[in-house]
């Protein structure tokens, strides 16, 4: 096995930590979280042209000879215009190394979120100026909340018409109980929309519409210069000074500390679409995440500077060059040096695997990578080897939480019409539940052997026939079950032969050949739990280790 003084073979002792300490302190990592249309894909976008890593930002919608998103390469999302599935994007800037992790902003792959904001170090949390906090942006706000995650907010569209900002602010504060610190203010909204007044240089950053998918002109003036007057209306920018008296008097303080323990955002206004505020943005952001930390694990929390390389794979995906049939396990880097052809060890299965052909990952873009360090992501190939939540490490032995599964809401039978065609169906049924594009459950009847699609939304379900028959040559059909509630049984199969028998909910097993219960209604589930007060549920499933899942 390729040891740890095998990678530092290059460094002396203190060199190697050295050069540790100082990739950690320069790398940043985030996840952007919001509801469909609040403008996710595009401010990825932006971002990405700001950093350099793209010459021309692509609309989600785009027509003509305009380009298509990097960030959303499926054949199904550009044909849609929305975001199904996780990428990550990796760029420079300002001698900083970013892993953006591009998750779907609509709600029927929320799972995919979950999983991909393990991975993140922080988050942005994009907010539509008209419609304020919306009802997934809630949802995975929580799921922050849950890991303590740095949280950022963008009030994006302020060129439209649009809530007031104090508003906007209440909003966060009141039901995500959540404190606000204004890192500029806007003057005006819509067609109003002047700009935004910097707190901490006391300057005034004036709007102008950018030539759509270049960066925008800044012009930046002192709120002192005589020549801001002709060119903002002297009403909005009293307001706007109004406002801004009003947050030093009654709003939060700046406090770091509170930024990087999720218990302060600071809040950013501006138009993504028209690229204005995205720099500002990116510049103070980079100066107040929260780099690389500490994660836990079952030797406690491990520092990324420990000496010895570890990582999880938080994401399995097949197909993301259908020329090749490949499967990548996307790696996130916790602690130690990444080295191309480093063998390590496989917490789950204790196996020595070596590590060929690392990827950077850009969208669907890859290049082949030397080496990763942590806060980083990398592609791996994936023969079938590794699972959502697997470990990989060097040196002593250490193992990551794992990553739970979430209660769905819709099932359906997948049925295959074309038995010819069996054994490109099991394929395709296995690696689409090895990556996490859906839960699958079976029935307890043995002689039933179609496998149950388990969704948060109907569009998971679509997107599983898409690519059954797109990548895998198979045209199948889905039966609706009629249920919409699924709990998982606290202590196993015993649990449930000590109440006998039940009725008013289907009994079925889920990968790990534990048993979920399916009701078709909230109502049914009360009821059950009425008669039976002793059993205990579960909306969320515990994480399985050392088990290997159900094949079809």
Known sequence: ????????????????????????????????????????????????????????????????????????????EKQRGISITSTVLQFDYSDNKINLLDTPGHQDFSEDTYRTLAAADNAVMLEDAAKGL??????????????????????????????EP??????????????????????????????????????????????????????HLSLNDPELKSLVESELLDQALEELDLLEMAGSVMDLSKIQAGELTPVFFGSAMTNFGVRPFLDTFLKMAQGPSARPS?????????????GFV???????????????????????????????????????????????????????????YPGDIIGLNN???FAIGDTLYQGSKVEYEGIPCFSPEIFSWLRNPNPSAFKNFRKGVNQLREEGAVQILYDVDESKRDP???????????????????????????????YQVARWV????????????????????????????????????????EEHPDLELRSVAPVVSGVEPISL
Request: aromatic share 8%; net charge positive; hydrophobic share 40%.
């Open 1 to 76: 096995m390729t040891s740890t003084k095998t990678i530092k073979r290059n460094f002396s002792e203190e060199d190697f930590e050295s050069a540790l300490v100082k990739a950690v302190g320069n790398r940043k990592n985030f996840a952007i979280i919001s509801h469909p249309d609040a403008g996710k894909t595009t401010l990825t976008e932006k971002l990405l042209l700001y950093g350099g890593a793209i010459q021309q930002a692509g609309a989600v919608k785009a027509r003509g000879e305009q380009r298509k998103v990097t960030s959303d390469w499926m054949d199904l």
């Open 383 to 385: 023969p079938g080897m």
């Open 314 to 372: 938080f994401k399995l995906q097949a197909n993301m060059d259908p020329k090749h049939r490949d499967r990548i396990a996307f790696l996130r880097v916790c602690s130690g040096r990444f080295e191309k052809d480093m063998t390590v060890q496989h917490a789950r299965t204790g196996k020595a695997i070596k590590l060929s052909r690392p990827q950077k990952l850009f969208g669907q873009d890859r290049e082949v990578v030397d080496d990763a």
């Open 134 to 163: 919306e009802p997934q942006t809630r949802k995975l706000f929580e799921v922050c909340r849950m890991r303590n995650i740095p949280i950022f907010t963008f009030i994006n569209k302020m060129d439209r018409p649009g809530q």
């Open 452 to 482: 149950i699609l388990a969704a948060v939304g109907q569009l998971q379900l679509e997107v599983v026939q898409h690519r059954l028959e797109n990548e895998y040559g198979v045209a199948t059909r889905l039966e609706s079950m009629g």
């Open 490 to 529: 606290d202590g196993g199969w015993n649990a449930l032969d000590d109440i006998g028998r039940i009725f008013n909910c289907k009994v079925v097993k889920d990968a790990w050949a534990r048993p979920v219960l399916l009701f078709k209604n909230q109502w049914n589930l009360n009821q059950l739990l």
């Open 298 to 310: 079952s030797n406690g929390p491990v520092s990324p500077t420990r000496s010895e390389f570890s």
């Open 166 to 219: 104090l508003r906007l602010l209440d909003e966060i504060e009141s039901e995500l109980n959540l404190a606000t610190w204004a890192v500029n203010w806007p003057i005006g909204s819509g067609e109003l929309f002047r700009g935004v007044i910097d707190r901490s240089s006391k300057e005034v950053i004036l709007f102008t519409r950018g030539e759509r998918g270049k960066q925008s002109e800044e012009c």
